[in-house]
């Protein structure tokens, strides 16, 4: 009588959904986790920090030009040749490659999901016409073309996340494109044509939502490259320009600077090392999580 009222009770247990199951798998994975712990302290430090440390990201301390790491000054991570303290415009710095990281992401994911699934869904012609354009895209030399882009249109933080969108949804398109291929068959999909729901009601409610496995795992992928495009955008001097600043300025400005002031480069070096890994890690993690064949 007990045996059979435990296997009830195992047999009404009801099952895991995908996002449910997926957050278990993500948490088993060690360094996924890790690398969640380290990069929200480093978003909560960007976010928090300036408020509450003493400098101010611009203010010259004169007596103390390129000081080394100091406790007795509060120069935690040291000064710059004109006096700023490090620390405080490396977490401005962060809060600007991760803003740029983070915006363009979401704009080219955005854009990449709505011409992906456009061209999957309606095929034939309007799919070989929006594919071609985005083969004729890949053929142009990213780089040059964005410091192009931000060279004509200026160097202010809106135009560098819209110059780096530009050529950062294409990737988005043509996978989004070919799992729409595979879903646009479906039974729900016919069922839903064959009642009369319109091409956008479709796409919109039965072939996005199901991407979204896919999107959620390229999207934290893709925010450590955007931010790494920034960042050698800022260090070529074409991208975010003073008295704000980024990572990428932060590791220019210590290449100059690496024989008599190491923390200059040391400092913003190893923060955009150390986001990028994570991303990078949690993109992994949520890839395994996400895998069906692992479920």
């Given at each position: 009588?007990?045996?059979?009222?435990?296997?009830?009770?195992?047999?009404?247990?009801?099952?895991?959904?995908?996002?449910?199951?997926?957050?278990?798998?993500?948490?088993?994975?060690?360094?996924a986790v890790v690398s969640l712990v380290?990069?929200?302290?480093?978003?909560?430090?960007?976010?928090?920090g300036p408020w509450v440390l003493p400098h101010d990201f611009d203010a010259a301390d004169w007596d103390a030009m390129s000081a080394a790491?100091?406790?007795?000054?509060?120069?935690?991570w040291g000064t710059d040749e004109a006096g700023r303290d490090l620390l405080v415009r490396c977490l401005i710095g962060g809060r600007i490659s991760l803003m740029v990281g983070i915006l363009a992401t979401i704009a080219s994911v955005t854009l990449g999901i709505a011409w992906g699934a456009i061209a999957g869904f309606m095929g034939g012609k309007v799919d070989a016409l929006m594919m071609r354009i985005v083969d004729m895209m890949y053929a142009i030399p990213y780089l040059l073309i964005a410091i192009l882009l931000?060279?004509?249109?200026?160097?202010?933080?809106?135009l560098v996340v819209i110059t780096i969108t530009a050529f950062s949804w294409m990737d988005m398109a043509r996978i989004v494109r070919g799992q729409t291929l595979s879903l646009r068959s479906r039974e729900y999909v016919e069922a839903a044509r064959s009642?009369?729901?319109?091409?956008?009601?479709?796409i919109t409610s039965h072939i996005v939502p199901n991407l979204l496995g896919i999107v959620v795992i390229y999207t934290t992928v893709?925010?450590?490259?955007?931010?790494?495009?920034?960042?050698?955008?800022?260090?070529?001097?074409?991208g975010i320009q003073e008295p704000m600043t980024s990572w990428g300025v932060l590791i220019q400005d210590g290449t100059k600077v690496m024989d008599v002031s190491p923390w200059i480069l040391l400092f913003p070096g190893a923060l955009l090392s150390i986001t990028l890994y994570c991303f990078n890690f949690i993109g992994d993690g949520m890839r395994d999580a996400l895998d069906p064949k692992d479920r």
């Open positions: 009588m007990v045996q059979s009222l435990g296997q009830l009770s195992v047999a009404a247990k009801p099952p895991r959904s995908l996002w449910m199951d997926a957050r278990v798998r993500f948490f088993r994975n060690k360094a380290i990069l929200s302290i480093i978003i909560l430090a960007c976010i928090i790491p100091s406790m007795a000054n509060a120069h935690y931000v060279t004509i249109l200026g160097r202010e933080f809106y009642i009369g729901v319109s091409t956008t009601r479709i893709t925010v450590p490259g955007v931010i790494l495009t920034e960042s050698v955008l800022s260090f070529l001097g074409l």
